[in-house]
């Protein structure tokens, strides 16, 4: 006769995510990250624009900015 196996129990891993941080010291935004607004703004909402410079000037990159923002006030 063949013994059962016994259920092993896994443990689950959550992998947190991180809270987002600014990557950068506050600063004005660069000639680059001004024209990458403009383009991006064809695509979003005034609101939505507007949060991400406040953000970029915080020093978050342009990714995160537009991630909270997308959060915040929405496409």
Same mark, same amino acid.
């Given at each position: 006769? +063949?013994?059962?196996? %016994? /259920?092993? %129990? =896994? %443990?689950?891993?959550? #992998?947190?995510? $991180?809270?987002?941080? $600014? *990557?950068?010291? +506050? ?5 680059? @990250? +001004? @024209?990458? *607004?403009?383009? !991006?703004? +064809? !695509?979003?909402?005034?609101? !939505? #624009? @507007? @949060?991400? =410079? %406040? ?9 995160? /900015? !537009?991630?909270? /923002? #997308? =959060?915040?006030?929405?496409?």
């Amino acid at each position: 006769m +063949k013994k059962a196996k %016994k /259920a092993v %129990k =896994k %443990k689950e891993v959550k #992998i947190s995510k $991180p809270d987002m941080k $600014p *990557l950068y010291k +506050k600063k004005e935004l660069t000639t680059m @990250e +001004k @024209e990458t *607004l403009k383009s !991006h703004s +064809k !695509h979003h909402t005034k609101k !939505h #624009i @507007e @949060e991400m =410079k %406040k953000d970029m000037k915080k020093g978050f990159c342009f990714q995160q /900015a !537009h991630n909270r /923002a #997308i =959060k915040k006030v929405g496409k």
